[in-house]
């Protein structure tokens, strides 16, 4: 590793730290890095869409062609259109013509909505009920070995579970009788639903933590003391000791104001 | 006026928008794909207010000293540098320039690491950090209290202890099949309940909005 890639391989070990350092409270270090990272994101996003959605699909397409109109050069210019209609967002800067805005949202939101009705329907409603009606294996019922997903009877319990869950939520009639006792398979099913997709999300954070563990211990604090090397210098562990000392001058600096506070009595809380 | 032409606008186009769905027609394609590319365009200018509103408020807290202004700074530093370094590059002359129309800026080297030095450490540490958080919260909410708790506990404990390498061999292949028994079957019937429920929940609030019921995007005014 050279030693550039290294000093901004220390830069995201620091700043690793710094968001680590809230678990403790909110601190300065943290502070910086979360400032840091809204600026860096909203800066990423904004040369983003530039490159990646306003030169594409705008700009390129009002110079590609023979229909000449003051600078236009371009075989689609009603694509000013939409450039017109985002140009008038704009007009939320004025507080006198900030209803000109709500053209363009209503055109936005009327073709999104208006988009939205028959996708949702096919997409979301249509095919979850045609999986889960259509998919159930009689001639393998009990399946093979144990709990197994591909056999009968976890497909009934899906198909069960599903008209269980949704009935539960169908709120316009009470919870009483058969009503109720098919809204409490509902929820049997929904908390062990929940618990596993709560059990999932635990794991893919702790999956998280320990690449960072991992980030932090290879390619930052082992790099920093490897002199097989070749662009090794003493520079690689001078700055490795240059963040321990920040870490351990924070922690101390905290000590001794808990050593200070130690013995005063608390606030009283609200 | 300032009202009823929003609300014919959205009637219209969304009127259009759900009757081009059952059209093949070729016209019709070409439209949904034109208005597609419109509300595109019109949301890329919209987040251009959403950065304004970022500079502005940044700008007037270090402008009027507010509580911890000196952070702001680094805010509008860090969004004025990467987009500095978005714009320029070197073309393949490996001359340096402001390139707007070309993609030199993607492929600037200070871009690529401020992405990968700053952007992706802190994203991905504060995704992990909720590790900490969603264990805290669990701790107080899984208490087995009644049937519906434990059944939430039991199944969350054998989603999350499935791959422990001290199980052994057989305690682990059924702690493992049972996780993925849980997962594709009770928690596919639950996904599903509510995937249903979303799908037509979000019908019925488009059809609100189109029918000029739910105004709430006109906002005040």
Do not use: C
Not at chain 1, 118 to 138: C, D, F, G
Not at chain 2, 122 to 137: G, K, N, R, V
Request: charged share 15%; proline share 3%.
């Amino acid at each position: 590793m050279e030693f550039g890639t290294f000093l901004w391989t220390t830069l995201g070990a620091m700043l690793t730290l710094a968001i680590f350092s809230f678990l403790y409270k909110d601190n300065p270090f943290y502070k910086f890095a979360e400032h840091l990272v809204v600026g860096v994101s909203a800066g990423y996003w904004a040369v983003i869409l530039w490159h990646n959605g306003l030169v594409p699909n705008l700009f390129e397409r009002l110079q590609d062609g023979d229909w000449y109109l003051l600078w236009l050069n371009s075989s689609r210019p009603w694509y000013l259109i939409p450039a017109l209609l985002g140009v008038l967002m704009w007009t939320r800067f004025s507080k006198k013509y900030a209803w000109i805005s709500r053209w363009p949202i209503a055109m936005y939101i009327g073709i999104a909505t208006g988009v939205a009705i028959p996708l949702e329907m096919a997409n979301r409603v249509n095919k979850q009920l045609y999986a889960t009606m259509s998919n159930i294996h009689w001639s393998n019922f009990f399946g093979s070995g144990f709990l197994d997903t591909a056999a009968g009877y976890s497909e009934v319990i899906v198909f069960i579970g599903t008209i269980a869950g949704l009935i539960y939520f169908f709120f316009s009639k009470a919870h009483t009788g058969t009503f109720g006792v098919i809204a409490k398979v509902g929820i049997y099913i929904l908390m062990i639903g929940f618990g596993a997709s709560f059990g999932l999300t635990v794991m893919a954070r702790i999956s998280l933590f320990i690449q960072r563990i991992q980030f932090m211990h290879e390619d930052w604090a082992l790099v920093a003391f490897d002199k097989t090397n070749p662009n090794y210098s003493g520079w690689f562990p001078a700055f490795f000791w240059l963040v321990a000392l920040i870490v351990i001058g924070y922690i101390i600096k905290e000590f001794i104001i808990y050593l200070k506070n130690k013995d005063k009595p608390k606030p009283e809380k609200a | 006026m300032k009202r009823q032409i929003p609300i014919f606008l959205v009637f219209v186009f969304g009127v259009f928008m759900v009757f081009q769905y059952f059209s093949p027609h070729e016209a019709s394609e070409w439209i949904y794909k034109f208005l597609m590319d419109w509300i595109y365009i019109i949301g890329i200018f919209a987040m251009a207010l959403g950065i304004w509103s970022l500079i502005h408020v940044s700008y007037d807290k270090i402008k009027h000293k507010r509580h911890d202004w000196g952070y702001s700074v680094v805010t509008l530093a860090a969004l004025f540098t990467m987009m500095f370094f978005g714009i320029t590059g070197f073309n393949e002359n490996g001359e340096w320039g402001f390139y707007f129309m070309t993609q030199e800026g993607l492929t600037n080297p200070m871009f690529r690491n401020f992405f990968n030095h700053i952007l992706v450490p802190i994203e991905t540490t504060m995704f992990s950090l909720l590790a900490f958080f969603i264990a805290s919260a669990a701790y107080r909410a899984f208490r087995a209290r009644n049937v519906l708790a434990t059944m939430l506990l039991v199944s969350a404990l054998i989603v999350m202890l499935r791959f422990n390498p001290y199980f052994g061999d057989t305690f682990g292949f059924y702690m493992n099949k049972t996780a993925a028994w849980l997962l594709n079957v009770p928690n596919m019937a639950a996904k599903r309940a509510i995937l249903i429920g979303i799908g037509l929940g979000m019908v019925g609030t488009a059809l609100k909005v189109i029918l000029g019921i739910e105004r709430g995007y006109m906002g005040k005014g």
